[in-house]
């Protein structure tokens, strides 16, 4: 359904105008000289600014000398990174050691070699692996910080943990603070092909590849490997899902050796994306069917060449039988056969293979009111549940669908008892405005994972399920699609950068409530100004809120163009293909019908007591209920608002809470850099601007369908069309 031609015409005079003024403002940002302390982010929270005389004066009693332990080059990174910082943001040069203390020191080793040296000095409590112990203590007479850990991977982030601290001027006299992680991998993955483009990446091109090879200048890696050691990510798959076939070549793995060597000293370990057809398609064998012995034969060849180039090599992920990639399916076999065929090549070098549950059919027959994409992950996995090998992790999206502005979580997490999982949440912004809107994401992340699957009828929030403490499954964790890129601020918007942030401390810490977390991401970035750090927090928590408001109402979906760039309002584009984002919008009501009693039975996937919560049309939670059920439009909420004038009105709240943001960023100017505060409003005056042309374009398209007027006179004046 089409809309008429002088409402489009209307709205995309409007979308020129606010891209005038955004240009103007952009123009002028940069006809202004940037002053000495200008910022661009590209230290993103790592700025290590340097502190007040006062503040400063309290870390007086800071060691002068710092001692590393051992020879490990993490170990010998974390006491250059102390040395940089110290000298940042207190302006004191500390001096570097090794061995025994000579005088108050800063202690900088694993517990083993800690044990060398004071060997009744121990931990409250067993570090797990990564877990570290910050400890003032006496150590042979001298007054010493001790910085130590089960790795030397749990130093390194001992040591940004205390840089933390200084940075947002806690105290650190007489520490004694044990870190653990909640669980063992915490991954990113990258979408970069070896053309240099991103797949949803808005950022700038791959900091990896160009051209189809490695870059030369792999600086920016391993700054990049720094950000991600600083919040406690362990690896970065560097490659698109979607896998060129090339990344398997013997030439392309020996350039990617030098992106693990940029990783190396930061304690991050490299992972690559793979194609399951690879062994056919590279090396001409006549089949890739995992169960063929020829086929283990090939991976196990393939993987032990790369381990002896990159002996610390993470692992794999494949993405198979999904959206026209190549998979088990080819040959009658299941995941757990494709997965563990790779698993096995794996097990001997201790690496993972991460098995995405994104696996659906895409050409949906739309006329079938039983079918529903979103029940594809638990008809695909459940079934499978313990024929995956133990260093096989099923790596499943937060939700049914595909990173929505909001969606139920996924069932699968209850639905695998005896197999690995790993959530899967997107960092880079592709439903969520792209960067240019503002949205925090970490509000929506800790309702996923604080969301409690009643399984057998115990506590079990889905936090819990994914960092194998249920059943007692060897490992799992958490990934986030990240894909930085080249600009200067890494993705494109300097307050973006809040959500790869958020994501590091959440795998860390899932038990960290949101504002703890943008409260220390606001000062580590713009600094203590009690202004900003009051505005910036407020406008991030709020801003997950917003965008759903002006995008997608009660569980609907963003409404974005699904069939092109994922960003501009295009609600028609869901429907009447074979996609499955369906919201099956018509002229009598709204809504997929996914309950076991009349719909597609999705309800069904979930224990009996979620099965509860969404199943009675009455029970259902509002923000939720056109995600479990087709409703008429007059229906009436649990607010006591029909749906569509919820419609109406959270989109015209939405717009005027867009524009609020422009007023709330404004008196910041003199609080933060001139650079980031221009670049910023100019941001927000784009977004403002967004907001308006979504708002106008959702509640004209649902007044057509519904015929049903604004109770407050701003939509539908016109004749229904």
Same mark, same amino acid.
């Given at each position: 359904?089409?809309?008429?031609?002088?409402?489009?015409?209307?709205?995309?005079?409007?979308?020129?105008?606010?891209?005038?003024?955004?240009?103007?403002?952009?123009?002028?940002?940069?006809?202004?000289?940037?002053?000495?302390?200008?910022?661009?982010?590209?230290?993103?929270?790592?700025?290590?600014?340097?502190?007040?005389?006062?503040?400063?004066?309290?870390?007086?009693?800071?060691?002068?000398?710092?001692?590393?332990?051992?020879?490990?080059?993490?170990?010998?990174?974390?006491?250059?990174?102390?040395?940089?910082?110290?000298?940042?943001?207190?302006?004191?040069?500390?001096?570097?050691?090794?061995?025994?203390?000579?005088?108050?020191?800063?202690?900088?080793?694993?517990?083993?070699?800690?044990?060398?040296?004071?060997?009744?000095?121990?931990?409250?409590?067993?570090?797990?692996?990564?877990?570290?112990?910050?400890?003032?203590?006496?150590?042979?007479?001298?007054?010493?910080?001790?910085?130590?850990?089960?790795?030397?991977?749990?130093?390194?982030?001992?040591?940004?943990?205390?840089?933390?601290?200084?940075?947002?001027?806690?105290?650190?006299?007489?520490?004694?603070?044990?870190?653990?992680?909640?669980?063992?991998?915490?991954?990113?993955?990258?979408?970069?092909?070896?053309?240099?483009?991103?797949?949803?990446?808005?950022?700038?091109?791959?900091?990896?590849?160009?051209?189809?090879?490695?870059?030369?200048?792999?600086?920016?890696?391993?700054?990049?490997?720094?950000?991600?050691?600083?919040?406690?990510?362990?690896?970065?798959?560097?490659? %698109?899902?979607?896998?060129?076939? *090339?990344?398997? $070549? =013997?030439?392309? @793995?020996? !350039?990617?050796?030098?992106?693990?060597?940029? /990783?190396?000293?930061?304690?991050?370990?490299?992972?690559?994306?793979?194609?399951?057809?690879?062994?056919?398609?590279?090396?001409?064998?006549?089949?890739?069917?995992?169960?063929?012995?020829?086929?283990?034969?090939?991976?196990?060849?393939?993987?032990?060449?790369?381990?002896?180039?990159?002996?610390?090599?993470?692992?794999?992920?494949?993405?198979?039988?999904?959206?026209?990639?190549?998979?088990?399916?080819?040959?009658?076999?299941?995941?757990?056969?494709?997965?563990?065929?790779?698993?096995?090549?794996?097990?001997?070098?201790?690496?993972?293979?991460?098995?995405?549950?994104?696996?659906?059919?895409?050409?949906?027959?739309?006329?079938?009111?039983?079918?529903?994409?979103?029940?594809?992950?638990?008809? %695909?996995?459940?079934?499978?549940? *313990?024929?995956? $090998? =133990?260093?096989? @992790?099923? !790596?499943?999206?937060?939700?049914?669908?595909? /990173?929505?502005?909001?969606?139920?979580?996924?069932?699968?997490?209850?639905?695998?008892?005896?197999?690995?999982?790993?959530?899967?949440?997107?960092?880079?912004?592709?439903?969520?405005?792209?960067?240019?809107?503002?949205?925090?994401?970490?509000?929506?992340?800790?309702?996923?994972?604080?969301?409690?699957?009643?399984?057998?009828?115990?506590?079990?929030?889905?936090?819990?399920?994914?960092?194998?403490?249920?059943?007692?499954?060897?490992?799992?964790?958490?990934?986030?699609?990240?894909?930085?890129?080249?600009?200067?601020?890494?993705?494109?918007?300097?307050?973006?950068?809040?959500?790869?942030?958020?994501?590091?401390?959440?795998?860390?810490?899932?038990?960290?409530?949101?504002?703890?977390?943008?409260?220390?991401?606001?000062?580590?970035?713009?600094?203590? $100004?009690?202004?900003?750090?009051?505005?910036?927090?407020?406008?991030?928590?709020?801003?997950?809120?917003?965008?759903?408001?002006?995008?997608?109402?009660?569980?609907?979906?963003?409404?974005?163009?699904?069939?092109?760039?994922?960003?501009?309002?295009?609600?028609?584009?869901?429907?009447?293909?074979?996609?499955?984002?369906?919201?099956?919008?018509?002229?009598?009501?709204?809504?997929?019908?996914?309950?076991?009693?009349?719909?597609?039975?999705?309800?069904?996937?979930?224990?009996?007591?979620?099965?509860?919560?969404?199943?009675?049309?009455?029970?259902?939670?509002?923000?939720?209920?056109?995600?479990?059920?087709?409703?008429?439009?007059?229906?009436?909420?649990?607010?006591?608002?029909?749906?569509?004038?919820?419609?109406?009105?959270?989109?015209?709240?939405?717009?005027?809470?867009?524009?609020?943001?422009?007023?709330?960023?404004?008196?910041?100017?003199?609080?933060?850099?001139?650079?980031?505060?221009?670049?910023?409003?100019?941001?927000?005056?784009?977004?403002?601007?967004?907001?308006?042309?979504?708002?106008?374009?959702?509640?004209?398209?649902?007044?057509?369908?519904?015929?049903?007027?604004?109770?407050?006179?701003?939509?539908?004046?016109?004749?229904?069309?």
């Amino acid at each position: 359904m089409c809309m008429a031609e002088p409402s489009l015409v209307h709205r995309m005079t409007k979308r020129c105008w606010y891209l005038a003024v955004v240009a103007a403002v952009l123009t002028s940002a940069a006809a202004v000289p940037l002053r000495v302390d200008a910022e661009t982010g590209a230290e993103a929270w790592l700025r290590y600014s340097a502190l007040g005389p006062q503040a400063a004066k309290s870390y007086d009693r800071l060691p002068a000398r710092t001692v590393a332990l051992g020879d490990s080059a993490v170990v010998r990174t974390a006491q250059q990174e102390l040395t940089r910082g110290v000298a940042q943001m207190l302006g004191r040069t500390l001096s570097a050691g090794a061995g025994s203390p000579s005088e108050n020191s800063v202690i900088l080793g694993t517990l083993a070699e800690l044990h060398s040296l004071t060997p009744t000095l121990n931990p409250p409590q067993e570090l797990r692996a990564d877990g570290y112990w910050l400890k003032s203590s006496r150590v042979r007479g001298f007054d010493c910080l001790v910085v130590t850990a089960s790795t030397d991977r749990g130093v390194l982030y001992g040591v940004f943990a205390l840089l933390s601290k200084i940075a947002r001027a806690e105290s650190i006299a007489a520490l004694a603070e044990v870190q653990q992680p909640y669980a063992p991998i915490r991954w990113v993955n990258q979408w970069d092909n070896l053309n240099g483009r991103i797949e949803r990446g808005y950022g700038g091109p791959s900091i990896f590849f160009a051209d189809g090879r490695v870059r030369d200048d792999l600086s920016r890696a391993g700054q990049y490997a720094r950000l991600l050691a600083s919040i406690g990510i362990n690896g970065c798959t560097i490659n %698109n899902v979607n896998a060129d076939l *090339g990344i398997l $070549d =013997d030439a392309m @793995i020996t !350039q990617t050796r030098r992106i693990a060597d940029a /990783f190396r000293p930061w304690g991050v370990q490299l992972a690559l994306s793979v194609d399951l057809s690879s062994p056919k398609a590279i090396d001409g064998l006549d089949t890739f069917d995992p169960l063929d012995p020829r086929v283990a034969e090939w991976w196990r060849k393939k993987v032990d060449e790369i381990y002896r180039q990159i002996p610390d090599f993470g692992g794999f992920v494949v993405k198979a039988d999904s959206e026209g990639r190549l998979g088990p399916s080819t040959y009658g076999r299941n995941h757990a056969d494709a997965a563990n065929v790779i698993a096995r090549a794996l097990k001997p070098h201790g690496g993972v293979v991460f098995y995405r549950a994104f696996v659906y059919n895409h050409h949906l027959d739309w006329h079938d009111l039983k079918n529903d994409r979103a029940k594809a992950a638990f008809d %695909n996995f459940h079934p499978l549940d *313990g024929a995956f $090998d =133990d260093n096989a @992790i099923v !790596q499943i999206k937060n939700g049914p669908i595909d /990173f929505q502005v909001r969606e139920p979580v996924s069932p699968l997490f209850g639905g695998l008892r005896r197999t690995n999982e790993a959530i899967e949440l997107q960092i880079t912004q592709e439903y969520t405005g792209q960067q240019k809107h503002l949205c925090f994401l970490v509000p929506m992340w800790k309702e996923v994972l604080d969301f409690d699957m009643h399984l057998d009828g115990n506590t079990t929030p889905v936090k819990h399920l994914v960092a194998g403490r249920v059943s007692h499954r060897p490992t799992g964790g958490f990934v986030g699609v990240a894909n930085v890129g080249m600009d200067t601020n890494w993705m494109g918007s300097p307050l973006a950068m809040a959500n790869l942030y958020g994501f590091g401390r959440l795998a860390w810490d899932p038990g960290l409530s949101a504002e703890t977390i943008v409260d220390e991401w606001t000062r580590l970035t713009f600094g203590s $100004d009690p202004l900003a750090v009051q505005t910036i927090n407020a406008m991030q928590l709020s801003s997950w809120h917003v965008y759903e408001s002006y995008t997608g109402p009660l569980g609907a979906g963003t409404l974005t163009n699904i069939t092109g760039n994922h960003y501009d309002p295009g609600p028609e584009s869901s429907e009447e293909n074979g996609w499955g984002q369906w919201h099956r919008a018509d002229r009598a009501g709204i809504g997929m019908d996914r309950t076991v009693a009349t719909g597609t039975a999705f309800v069904g996937q979930y224990p009996p007591a979620v099965q509860k919560l969404y199943e009675a049309m009455a029970e259902c939670p509002d923000n939720m209920l056109l995600f479990f059920h087709h409703v008429p439009y007059t229906y009436a909420l649990h607010s006591g608002k029909t749906v569509v004038q919820h419609v109406y009105d959270s989109h015209y709240e939405g717009a005027e809470h867009a524009a609020d943001f422009v007023a709330e960023w404004k008196p910041l100017e003199g609080h933060i850099d001139e650079e980031r505060y221009r670049d910023t409003l100019a941001r927000l005056q784009y977004q403002a601007g967004e907001a308006v042309v979504w708002r106008d374009a959702i509640c004209n398209w649902i007044y057509r369908l519904s015929g049903v007027p604004d109770a407050k006179g701003r939509v539908g004046r016109g004749p229904r069309q």
